[in-house]
Each structure stands twice: as C-alpha cells, then as structure tokens.
C-alpha cells in the first residue's frame, strides 16, 4: 500500500536525520569535543531529577529530547581514516549507553533510590530495640549526606554521583550485584600504587594482544580479514582462529581493566574516594566452573543495568524470569550489533548469535540441575564454559575482524612497547638465526 510505503521512507528519513550514514559525517576536530560533552549536560540533568522527588513526569516528558540530543551529537561526527574504526566504535556504544542511563532514570516513578532511601535523599532506619536501638527508631526519617548538603554545589553531586556508578554499588538497582573480593591492600597510598601496577599490567597484556592481531594476515588490514584462513589446512586454520579469539578476549578484559584503573585512580586519587569504593571489576573470569558463574559473578557487571533497559526488563514483562534471560541477552547482542553497524560496518546476525545462544545455554544448565540433582561444576564444567565461550564465541570475533576491528588502531603504534621494542627485538633474533620466515612475519 502507497501509505506503507510512505510512512516507511518518513521513518528512514527520521532515523537518518538522527544517525547520519557516516558517509555524511563531520570529520572529528579536537574543538568538537566540546560539543560532545555538551551533549551529555542534557543526560546529567536527568541523572539530577531522577535523585529528586515528585520528578516522574519531567523525566517522561524530558526522555525523548534527551535521547535525541545524544544520538543527534555523537553520531554527527566521526574519526577519519579506517585504521580508527575501534575509536568510532566506542563513540556509538557510549551514545547508546547514555540513552539506557536516560530511559532506566526516566521511566522508575520512585525515582533512583539508594539502599534503605524510602524516596531520593531520604530513608527510614528501621527499629530492632533487640540490639538496644532507641523506641523511637521505628519513624527515624532521615535526609541522606548526599541531599543534606547545603552547599551549592550539592545538586551537582548527586548527579555525577549517579551518573558514574555502573554496577549500582549502594544502590537499589544493584542489590544482589556479585562484588569480587579485593585483593589490595585498603590503605590509600599502597592502594594507589597497586592500582598503577594493574594499570600498567593491562596496558601491556592490551598491547601484546593487539599486537599478535596485528600479525595475522587479513586480519590486520583496516578493510577487515576472516580470523579463519581459507588457505590453511583444517588444524592450523583453527588453531589460528582460536588464538586470535583467545588474544582478543584478553585484550578486551585488559582494556576494561585499564579503563576502571585510571577511574580508580581519579576517585581515589584526585577525588579522595574510600578505596573499598572501588572494588575490582572482574573476578578472574578463566576460572568459572558454569556459565552461570561465569556470566552474574566473575564476568564485569559494569553493564548489567543498561542491557536490562535493553531488553530484561520487556523479557520479564512477558515472560517473567525466563523472560529476563532471554531478554538480557538479546538486549545484549543489540547493544553490541547496532554499535558496529551505526559505524558503516552493515548488520551482520553472526554480531548477535553469540550473546542469543547464551540464554539457552543457560537454560540447559539449569535443567541439569533439575534432573541429576547436581549442578554444573569442576574440571567439566570448566570445559563446557572453555566451549561456549572459547569455541562457540568464535563467529563473534570473526563478525568484528571482518569489519576491521583488527585493523584498527587501540594503542597507538607511536607509544606501544611491544611493537617499538619486542617485536623489534624478536625480528633481528629470527633474522641472526636465518628464521627468515618467521622475521617476515614480525613485519
């Protein structure tokens, strides 16, 4: 019918006005970022009405202008050149994480409540005259530091505050969030130092593991290559895949690492944060006897929230627990899909079918459970987990060499260590040796 058709082409002109095919983007400048972090005000606004009362409409009616403002700014601009592929890629997933903040602020009535607040910045302490509490303790109705403050900057905290926090420590949305355990020392100055040390670590292990990418043939091209090559036999071939799979997992646990230690070190640093604020973000992920370990409890849980926004919480609304799982999950795999594919990279469901199949893994996990009475665990556990992370998270990777992310640059090669002196090193050691097939490689 005409008026489909027609209504089709407002909406992909709508869509198109919002996000622009990068084609039609403005090159990025050092002074538009200026403009980004203007466009994020409208965000930290709504981060200050959803920690205030009676806000709910405000919140409704300020969603859609807010998001708009968001999408509109950061997709409006790009980095030149394909090698900066990755770089445009974390620009979309934090345009679409900063709407999910938006719709999860706007659409709670109550607002945004810490543990134990009854309404924003106020809680009730409930009584127990069993541990010698005062009577009267019952109706303690007490304003919280954060909304106490008189200062004039006190509305400014409270927005940051919430802005920043991820996994919801303190907060009613992250009650029941598995926290790893800390394993540095909570005293400031030795807490710093160890925190410098993991974030050198990881930027190391990031570099080597970019590195190593670099080197497999196709892959490192910013056109994009297949992380499975054709002209190998069976077994190389996929030893090969399997190494890059392993090498860019790594680089992904070392660069969120690296991330969430500079953040510690501005809130403990600069911000005089308590240390045990900032507990570690995974919890050796490696090391996970089932997929349900693996995925609420040593996997990070800075994005928990925003892929319930995404997809959770319409699971659970139709289909209740199991409707969160799924809905999670796929919440999940869009987030990540319509990243690449807001870059020019095109949609390509192999981006989706990792995070998809995780919600009946999960299921079938818990139905061993039910029927042999012991759930899944120990060396065999731990190679069902090495199987649906390791073998079946394959096509994943491959999806996002394919649309060159292997050839894009996250450590500059200008300031990367193994590149300036280790592979620098290993080429003229295979050269002196006459490995002149391996020194070709190290090229």
Excluded at 347 to 374: K, S
Excluded at 395 to 405: A, C, N, T
Excluded at 415 to 442: D, K, M, N
């Amino acid at each position: 019918m005409e008026w489909v058709a027609t209504f089709n082409e407002f909406i992909h002109d709508v869509c198109r006005t919002i996000i622009p095919p990068p084609a039609d983007r403005v090159p990025m400048k050092p002074h538009h970022l200026f403009h980004l972090a203007a466009a994020v005000l409208p965000s930290v606004y709504m981060a200050y009405l959803a920690r205030r009362p009676d806000t709910f409409h405000l919140r409704l009616a300020l969603l859609p202008p807010t998001a708009l403002v968001t999408l509109g700014t950061f997709f409006r601009f790009k980095v030149l050149g394909a090698e900066y592929i990755a770089t445009n890629w974390v620009i979309a997933v934090f345009s679409i994480f900063v709407v999910s903040k938006d719709i999860d602020w706007a659409w709670r009535p109550e607002g945004m409540l810490k543990v134990g607040e009854e309404k924003p910045g106020v809680f009730t302490k409930p009584s127990n005259q069993s541990r010698g509490t005062s009577p009267h303790s019952a109706n303690d109705t007490r304003v919280s530091p954060s909304m106490g403050k008189r200062c004039s900057l006190a509305w400014l905290y409270d927005a940051l505050e919430l802005f920043g926090t991820q996994r919801g420590i303190g907060w009613g949305f992250g009650i029941g969030v598995h926290i790893p355990k800390e394993h540095r020392s909570l005293e400031r100055s030795v807490f710093l130092c160890q925190t410098v040390a993991s974030a050198l670590r990881n930027f190391f292990v990031l570099d080597a593991c970019e590195s190593f990418i670099k080197l497999v043939p196709g892959v490192n091209s910013p056109g994009g290559g297949t992380i499975f090559r054709p002209e190998l036999p069976i077994l190389p071939r996929y030893t090969l895949s399997t190494a890059v799979h392993i090498a860019s997992g790594c680089m992904f646990i070392a660069g969120f690492e690296l991330l969430y230690d500079l953040f510690t070190l501005v809130g403990v640093g600069l911000l005089y944060h308590d240390p045990s604020s900032w507990p570690p973000l995974m919890d050796h992920p490696w090391k996970s006897d089932s997929l349900h370990e693996f995925w609420a409890k040593r996997w990070h849980q800075a994005l928990r929230e925003t892929f319930l926004v995404c997809g959770g919480s319409v699971g659970g609304a139709v289909a209740g627990n199991l409707g969160v799982v799924f809905g999670t999950f796929i919440g999940s795999g869009l987030f990540h899909e319509l990243a690449v594919c807001s870059c020019g990279q095109g949609f390509d469901p192999q981006g989706m079918l990792f995070f998809v199949q995780q919600a009946p893994l999960l299921v079938l996990e818990r139905l061993w459970r039910h029927v042999t009475g012991y759930r899944v665990q120990g060396i065999y556990g731990r190679l069902w987990v090495y199987f649906c992370i390791v073998i079946l998270g394959q096509p994943l990777v491959d999806s996002w060499h394919r649309r060159g992310l292997g050839g894009s640059y996250i450590v500059d090669p200008r300031i990367s260590p193994v590149r300036l002196l280790v592979i620098l090193y290993l080429r003229w050691f295979t050269e002196g040796l006459g490995l002149h097939c391996i020194s070709v490689l190290l090229n």
